[in-house]
């Protein structure tokens, strides 16, 4: 059996043993303890399983200017939210009925930004009485829990919609105003027009936002410039925020987020295929933008399913992942197309067919659902119960953008219980683990496990739930947000 990784829990190191999803987790009201240690080989090979460890020797206090052993020490947690606790890569089905949680905790994040030990907080002190931290922090009466993850973004962009606001709000449809020239087609004249350092410095501002309300890995779409030199413009202000800020960002060239004017939707896929990808492939080759998925709007009126497909398959062949819209108005088949082509994700899904639901638990393709979207257009909610309980791996992001105006993960998690019946372990799962594994990072995001990046934060409360409860209440329930191990906002 292959191992991955070692996770310490009440004092002790173990190995974890790699699977897909969860095969146990804590019932509610028990702690967690550690898995037993997996039998000897029986093969004649040498095992690679991890026995348990001696003590760990302590390293030497540090003198003068010599640096500290540790980042960060958060001690005495009331509750630590770790999500999994076996190197799960997503959480579904039976594995969603309850979380990986620790009572009375603490946890240690490394000079290298991962975390190095969690468990209760004798042990931990125990272990590390001789050993120095950058920081500690005193937890006592309040919860930790992942770093929440934002699956679905649009946050590159110049011109204000509040003007469509109200004519929502009249009973106009998003195609309707789409039609009158209005929706994307208004966004992408003043996108073109804003100048780089303008469109980045809007996106800064944005994402400290979502940072303070929680968020510390995001999905971050270009799809507003449409021709090759704005696309590539938006990717640009993307892959600068990646390098300079303090936040997990996942890019995605989403290119075919509209037909541009003047072309059909076979042309503009041809234009994409021929032209915009190879380029990509080149700067991506170069290092100067990465870029890790590819996005397509299959809709009605946008792109049909077979330019779809081809744009999606052609994306795929030089590297990246599929990650795309579909079957958000009308039903477009696009769950079993994304199916078909090993989607990593498939966003919206409100009009998805049965078929489509059934494929998409099959191939393992994530569902990234999007409350705010369907709140604010009015729209059926996505069949979420349904999925779950089908066991698709649903993930949930923001949609933020001007025609969803919405930066908090806290608020999307509320709508997706209220709204989409989900409980609040299933939407604290669809915002951390899932979201990272719809966007291909869930093996360094979306938990805290040892081995994993210390992004997280720390709530005055003394039960996770109030998240997610509190409607709205997240800026006061938020004390720190921490990206690997380094406080980046504070209350």
Not at 196 to 207: A, H, I, M, P, V
Request: net charge positive; charged share 25%; with cysteine.
């Amino acid at each position: 059996m292959p191992w991955r990784g070692q996770f310490l829990i009440l004092g002790i190191v173990v190995a974890v043993p790699e699977g897909e999803g969860s095969t146990h987790l804590r019932p509610p009201g028990q702690r967690l303890r550690a898995p037993a240690p997996a039998p000897p080989s029986q093969t004649g090979k040498r095992s690679r399983q991890t026995r348990a460890l001696p003590p760990r020797v302590r390293a030497r206090r540090p003198r003068g200017d010599m640096a500290c052993d540790h980042r960060l020490l958060l001690e005495n947690a009331r509750q630590v939210v770790l999500v999994c606790a076996r190197g799960e890569r997503f959480l579904a089905g039976d594995a969603l009925r309850s979380l990986a949680v620790l009572e009375g905790a603490s946890l240690v994040v490394g000079s290298d930004g991962f975390i190095k030990a969690i468990g209760p907080a004798d042990a931990i002190q125990r272990q590390f009485a001789e050993e120095t931290f950058e920081e500690r922090i005193d937890c006592s009466g309040k919860c930790i829990l992942p770093g929440l993850v934002d699956a679905h973004t649009h946050p590159v962009w110049a011109g204000e919609r509040v003007h469509e606001f109200a004519m929502k709000l009249a009973g106009a449809t998003y195609m309707d105003i789409h039609r009158a020239g209005g929706g994307i087609n208004f966004t992408v004249e003043r996108t073109r027009q804003a100048s780089e350092e303008e469109l980045f410095g809007s996106l800064q501002q944005r994402l400290r936002c979502m940072l303070r309300a929680g968020t510390t890995l995001v999905e971050c779409k270009s799809g507003y410039g449409l021709t090759w030199e704005s696309e590539l413009k938006m990717l640009r202000v993307i892959e600068r925020a990646r390098r300079e800020l303090d936040m997990g960002i996942s890019a995605t060239y989403c290119g075919a987020h509209s037909v541009p004017k003047g072309k059909t939707a076979s042309e503009a896929a041809a234009d994409i295929v021929s032209n915009h990808l190879p380029k990509l492939k080149e700067l991506g080759r170069k290092g100067e933008i990465h870029v890790d998925n590819i996005d397509v709007f299959c809709e009605k009126g946008v792109f049909d399913l077979e330019s779809t497909r081809r744009i999606l398959q052609s994306g795929k062949e030089i590297g990246l992942q599929i990650n795309f819209h579909g079957d958000e108005l009308h039903p477009m088949k696009a769950a079993e197309l994304g199916a078909e082509l090993g989607a990593q994700a498939i966003s919206h899904l409100e009009e998805v067919s049965a078929e489509g639901i059934a494929a998409m638990a099959v191939a393992r393709s994530s569902a990234v659902l999007l409350p705010t979207t369907a709140y604010m257009l009015r729209l059926k909610q996505p069949q979420a119960r349904k999925m779950l309980d089908e066991g698709v791996i649903v993930a949930l992001g923001s949609d933020f953008n001007p025609n969803a105006y919405c930066f908090s993960m806290p608020i999307v998690m509320h709508l997706a219980c209220v709204n989409m019946r989900m409980s609040m372990p299933e939407a604290l799962a669809a915002a951390t683990i899932n979201a990272a594994y719809a966007l291909g990072k869930s093996h360094t995001h979306g938990s805290l496990e040892v081995g994993k990046q210390g992004d997280l934060i720390i709530i005055n409360s003394s039960r996770w739930e109030h998240l997610i409860y509190q409607f709205g209440g997240h800026h006061e329930l938020i004390e720190y947000v921490i990206v690997k191990g380094k406080v980046i906002y504070k209350k």
